[in-house]
């Protein structure tokens, strides 16, 4: 990886405190999401993996309002997934991935999910993620998410995608290629 590819993924000293700052405030705010955990030990894990930093800073520059939903004992792990409302707004209007953007002929959405959450050092929920998600409170009530696909489905032209509608979570199946303006996709982070 070039240096100039390195320094792109830091973020300044102000950056950080800034990103730390929104962080903690929306932990403190929602506690429910991940009961047991103490900020200043998220924060010890955060400030000791710059890349982390800037992978969550992207989560919130695109609207994901990223928070801690999970500890995994194991490794020591937390994670983070995109907790907005709504599907967040700086990721919407995507196909799901790079076959199927480039598989459109014309129209074509600017970028994809899959290649957006790669860039951003993230991964796309899963089916069972996103469930786990809405368990924590009610998320994509307008809006839908893609989430990860698997490859069987996708290698036949399709994508999974995820919402909540009359307080019911919902799978459902669209060509890959398609986009709309009320679909985006979350991502989750362990750190």
Known sequence: MSTKAV????????QREELLITLKTRFEKNMKRHKGVEWAKVQAKLEADSEALWSLNEMERTGGEPDVVGHDQETGEYVFYDCSAESPKGRRSVCYDREALEARKEHKPKDSAIDMATSMGIELLTEEQYRKLQKLGNFDTK?????????????????LFCDRRYDKVFLYHNGAESYYGARGFRGSLKV
């Open 7 to 14: 320094s792109k993924k830091k973020l300044s000293p102000e």
């Open 143 to 159: 809006t839908s998410s893609w989430v990860k696909t698997p490859s069987d489905i996708r290698e036949l032209g399709g994508a």
